[in-house]
């Protein structure tokens, strides 16, 4: 069966940098789109970066400039690098993979989904 493994969070002072990856299984990854989400208690999900299959990406206002999303086919992983992290960022972070190739906007539109990763930015 499909599934998504998120990695890389952790406790990061304001300013710092913290790279998340997915790694996919149990399907030819390169075909879909995937997110990268983000929530916590306070506010509502929130959708921060997204990568189609041809690596066409689209980032949240508030995370563009600081945050890259990108993929290695070959390894079955999309990565996440952020950099400039605010305490505003503090968040479980989750990725998905979409029903489709291109890059998609509303949850429902991701098929799978992984356990996700907190992120704490925190002096």
């Known amino acids: 069966q499909v599934q998504l493994v998120e990695s890389g969070g952790g406790l990061v002072q304001p300013g710092g940098s913290l790279r998340l990856s997915c790694a996919a299984s149990g399907l030819t990854f390169g075909r879909y789109g995937v997110g990268w989400y983000r929530q916590n208690p306070q506010k509502e999900r929130e959708l921060v970066a997204r990568i189609s299959s041809g690596r066409s990406t689209n980032y949240a206002d508030s995370v563009k400039g600081r945050f890259t999303i990108s993929r290695d086919n070959a390894k079955n992983t999309v990565y996440l690098q952020m950099n400039s992290l605010k305490p505003e960022d503090t968040a479980v972070y989750y990725c998905?993979?979409?029903?489709?190739?291109?890059?998609?906007?509303?949850?429902?539109?991701?098929?799978?989904w992984g356990q996700g990763t907190q992120v704490t930015v925190s002096s």
């Open positions: 998905a993979v979409a029903d489709g190739s291109g890059m998609y906007y509303y949850s429902y539109e991701y098929e799978y």
